[in-house]
């Protein structure tokens, strides 16, 4: 392929998601000076947001802190699916979990549902919510799927779940078996956030955006943060981390205890009509599918194409994988935006949302595996209630200090021996490669002086180095083509193609060669 000419013709040759491509968010400064508040809340997603709302209007004096802007992070590169029916969990749940605990799992998600739908209409916000029937479906030739497919019915029969068997979709294509979970939601995630964030702003709230948290916690006399820039000081009596992977660790070990997974996502108009619900394969091809309303036109989200971040190789297929799909499943007018989007996953599906340490007023949000808007606002609700010391059903299933032995071990075992691999065959690699031969727009690994390292030709020809070693563990990062990025494939850091930082756990850029 031709690297001054690699796009697809019918493909957005720069990423944008649907959502921030239609959102005019306001910008907040960089915190330049010591400050003082009642709760620090580290992270301007889903989670950051509801949280420092509920505190807010419970007349805590609250911050926001955010690394880059907000809504740049995984709450703006979403599907913004509202559901519990989080793919075939429920069957996984009952099994080690226990019954008393999958049903927690549901009520929980079910409950967040409705407080968003709730709180929407509270504020009268405009974002597109609608109610949608959400379904889960396997193919017809896939036995394996569907016997786990007809499992998880089961659960939902023995748990009391109001899900429904069906032989049929509205869809033009064939399936072998389905669950429909009647009266789910879907919604424009970003406009309801900025809703929100607007009645923060109202009842006092702070926010600082460019103000990154370092790791370090001082914990004399409440609780002390540190900025990575500046070293300014944050005292407060509580902090939260809403920030993807944890800012402060506790000994927890968390970028252990969680991997990080990649998908992407097409917004296109069709060239059929699409009849509503949202859709989710639990076969391979694993495929994603809802409707949107933009400028006056109906669109659909497809969505798939997973894979361990840093851990994919060429990232333009798997956009190219989903516009065949939907051309075949709906036919195609255009696509007017596309993006990817990076999650992270605990070893037992479950999220970690709770205090994170004895001694420390820090608790943590994380491991949302794709079902954030759900997840997100349950552990903003939970955290909130803990901060005032109300009870909550849902303390024991979300811990984030458990260890469940079934699945959890063996999973953090494979995990953790992926990380190993990763760390040893970057170390490891070859390249023949030089600077001069880089088209345009092209990055990938490159000698220079002797040594390995990432470069990238922009289109104007401009050359940008940077030594690919991650800074939060010492892995080597892989160029990704269609976000112009490096990643990282042991634990998710990203980076832009000149090293700074995009998501972490790294906090510090990567360095840079002389050129």
Known sequence: MDPENKWPENLPKLPESLWRGTTELPSFPRLTEDHATDIAVVGGGITGITTAYLLA???????????????????????????????????????????????????????SLEWIVETAEKLGISCGLEREDAYVYGYPDDKKTLNQLEAEFEAYRKLGLPGEWVDDVSLPMRIGGGIK??????????????????????KGGIVYEHTTISRDVENEEGLTLFTERGQHRIKCRHAVSASHYPFYDGGEMYFARLHADRAYCLAFEPETGYEGGMYLSVGQPRRSLRAVEWEGK??????????????????????????????ELLGIRRIPYRWSTQDLITVDQVPYIGKMSKDKEIYVATGFAKWGMTSGTLAARMIADQIQRKSSPYTELYDPSRLNPNPGIKNLLVQNANVVNELITGKLEFTFKKIDD????????????????????????????????????????????????WDCPCHGSRYSYDGEVIEGPATLPLDKPDL
Not at 181 to 202: N, S, V
Not at 306 to 322: P, V
């Open 57 to 111: 209007d419970a007349d805590y004096k609250v911050t926001l802190l955010e690394g880059s802007e907000l809504l740049t992070g995984t709450t703006g590169f979403t599907t913004a699916k509202i559901t519990a029916q989080h793919g075939l969990i429920y069957s996984d749940l009952t099994k080690s979990f226990g019954e008393d605990k999958a049903i927690a799992y549901f009520r929980s998600n079910s409950e």
């Open 181 to 202: 979970l009647p009266g789910q939601a879907r919604f424009h995630p970003l406009a309801y956030l900025k809703g929100l964030l607007e009645a923060f702003l109202d």
């Open 298 to 327: 109906r669109l659909v989200i497809a969505a798939g194409e997973s894979h361990k971040g840093g851990q994919s190789g060429c990232t333009i297929k798997h956009y190219e994988n989903l516009e065949v799909f939907a051309r």
């Open 438 to 485: 880089l088209g345009l727009d092209e990055g990938g690994v490159v000698r220079h002086d002797g040594k390995r390292v990432g470069a990238y030709r922009d289109s104007e020809g401009g050359v940008h180095l940077v030594d690919r070693t991650c800074t939060h563990m010492g892995c080597e990062c892989q160029w990704n083509e269609s976000e112009r990025s």
